[in-house]
């Protein structure tokens, strides 16, 4: 079967290098490549982030209101 692929230059590039390098025609190496991936387990998907995991405090802060101003924690971090 026959297929179009449209890849930016500097992809094309490269995989093109490969190919002399690897003394392999670039449709070897594309059937390689799609093959490898093909072949390869599927990799597992990010567990979703969410802000319920994270700590939470409970109680006063124990800095004041005025010191949560970008100023306030700038001098924080500073002192």
């Known amino acids: 079967m ?3 692929l449209e890849l ?3 992809l094309f590039a490269r995989l093109k290098a490969r190919a002399a390098s690897e003394r392999l ?3 070897q190496l594309l059937r390689s490549y ?3 991936g093909l072949d390869s387990p599927p990799q597992a998907a990010a567990p979703a982030r969410s802000a319920a995991a ?3 405090l409970q109680g006063p802060l124990p800095i004041g209101e005025a010191q949560l101003s970008n100023a306030g924690l ?3 971090i500073e002192s």
Do not use: A, C
């Open 8 to 10: 930016p230059d500097p």
């Open 74 to 76: 700038f001098e924080l």
């Open 54 to 56: 994270l700590p939470r």
């Open 25 to 27: 025609t670039l449709k």
């Open 2 to 4: 026959r297929t179009t």
């Open 34 to 36: 799609v093959e490898q």
